[in-house]
């Protein structure tokens, strides 16, 4: 493997049907994360790839350039969440959207991947030719509508999983009475001062739990309704290992053995939440009762009705969220909106919660592959027709991949196996002389499912858009790093993929 050496871009090949777009052997939609780390895993494993960036905003980082709410950060440890070739050198381990947004950023100006960047530029659909054995790609200029085409041999989507434009927000009876401000947290507006207000937060998830405490520190009262409750787990913002191994050991070396020392943990963790969860279950309230004030009903606003897991864990640095609320600055309420009033909310129970600010942190709207429309030889093809192979490309579907964290474990891991793998999958089939590749389902009747296999919300809403899991690997989505990183190992050996000059 390569490291960056300069930011010259590859050799490009013949000219797209637009000016000024060169054909490129990869193009990645997507700048986030997910983007720039395929991007970089091709410098190093498949050097001499030529290949471009679309993002349809106007700034690279994702998730961490869109989400400015109070208090944004990760819910994963940055040993994990960061990339597995650059090391985190931060010593908070539970980072906020700033130091992602800037790692994110300087990861791509080390590595030269900034420069082969094109902004505001949204993918719309791409039409594979099996004669020329490229895809042709049409993307709409978000600025002046203008659309353009280009081609590739290998189309590699790096999207993420949700809208950016359209976050979900349910269909609230008297919404419009409501005379305060209603935002939700993907659009937060940077004027917004909630200081001496009265502050409603909507929901139960990853979300609410870091707004509670930053709008609480920044003078808001803090009401968090929740229809339901969730498991809320404290974590230190700082790794005592970590800090200690780096005081004695080069970082490169430190950040790898935290980092799988933190895989270990993680899959540990959700392992025995699956297998034991009534003890699991017990351990999570009693770190709540733990953390909050003498006599507080946790069994009413701690204890979900699901077991540990099967929707993800909300931690929580410190256990900030848990002070909010022993300071009195925060409480919480179980209960259902009947309806919106004019001065804030109207309770199933009866009960009215009022209002200056109301956050609707209910939640996203998936978006499979950024809606892009695919085809092939003409013939438009859906996702749920298809059954995902190691959940990143999709059966009888040439020379495209796409990257989906993990749902019990940090996004990047799962990311880091997918780029890796198509970088060395590219790179063995130039020196072969291959041109395409497929995955091919098995002779033998196999059967399918949903391809994920989770209560939450967004992912239940958004099941029928997704492509299906086998009944076995390398079909079937697993949630479990360790095993994966084996499965993931040489893309020549995968007996379900077709190859062909």
Not at 179 to 186: D, K, L, R
Not at 442 to 460: F, I
């Amino acid at each position: 493997m390569t490291e960056p050496a300069d930011r010259t871009s590859a050799a490009s090949g013949p000219t797209a049907s637009s000016p000024g777009h060169p054909h490129v052997d990869v193009l990645i939609v997507g700048a986030g994360l997910s983007g720039i780390g395929a991007a970089c895993h091709l410098r190093r494993e498949a050097p001499g790839s030529s290949y471009a960036i679309v993002e349809a905003r106007g700034a690279s980082g994702g998730t961490w350039d869109l989400f400015r709410y109070p208090g944004v950060r990760s819910d994963s440890d940055m040993y994990t969440l960061g990339y597995s070739f650059r090391p985190w050198r931060h010593p908070e381990s539970i980072a906020d959207g700033d130091q992602i947004l800037r790692y994110v950023r300087e990861t791509a100006a080390a590595y030269g991947v900034d420069d082969h960047i094109t902004y505001n530029s949204r993918v719309l659909r791409a039409d594979w030719s099996g004669q020329d054995a490229r895809w042709t790609v049409t993307a709409e200029d978000t600025r002046s509508g203008e659309r353009t085409t280009r081609t590739c041999g290998f189309l590699y989507i790096c999207s993420g999983y949700y809208r950016y434009d359209q976050p979900y927000t349910p269909a609230w009876q008297g919404r419009s009475d409501f005379a305060g401000t209603v935002v939700h947290p993907q659009a937060w507006p940077p004027e917004l001062d909630v200081g001496g207000k009265r502050v409603v937060v909507i929901g139960s998830g990853a979300t609410a739990v870091t707004l509670v405490p930053a709008l609480a520190a920044a003078g808001a009262r803090v009401t968090m309704l929740q229809r339901s409750p969730s498991f809320v787990m404290a974590l230190p913002t700082r790794d005592v290992v970590a800090t200690a191994l780096h005081r004695v050991l080069p970082a490169r070396r430190a950040y790898a053995v935290v980092r799988w020392k933190n895989v270990r943990l993680a899959s540990a963790l959700y392992r025995l939440c699956r297998k034991y969860p009534a003890r699991m279950r017990a351990l999570f309230r009693k770190g709540a009762v733990r953390l909050l004030p003498d006599g507080y009903d946790v069994d009413t606003h701690f204890n979900p009705a699901y077991d540990p897991w099967d929707q993800r864990l909300c931690v929580v640095p410190d256990g900030d969220f848990f002070a909010a609320i022993r300071s009195g600055a925060a409480d919480v309420v179980t209960d259902r909106i009947e309806a919106f009033t004019a001065t804030g909310l109207r309770l199933r129970s009866g009960g009215r919660l009022d209002a200056d600010v109301i956050v609707t942190a209910t939640g996203l709207n998936l978006l499979p592959l950024g809606g892009i429309e695919l085809s092939l030889d003409g013939q438009l093809t859906e996702l749920p027709e298809h059954v995902a192979f190691k959940a990143m490309m999709l059966d009888g579907i040439p020379n495209l991949a796409f990257a989906l964290g993990y749902t019990n474990a940090s996004w990047t891991l799962k990311a880091d196996l997918v780029s890796s793998y198509v970088a060395r999958l590219l790179a063995s089939m130039r020196r072969r002389g291959h041109t395409v590749v497929t995955p091919r389902l098995p002779a033998e009747p196999m059967d399918t499912g949903p391809y994920v296999d989770m209560s939450s919300g967004y992912l239940q809403r958004s099941l029928a858009t997704l492509p299906l899991q086998g009944d076995r690997e390398p079909w079937r989505l697993r949630q479990h790093y360790v095993k994966d990183a084996r499965l993931f190992q040489d893309p020549l050996a995968d007996e379900e993929l077709e190859f062909r000059a």
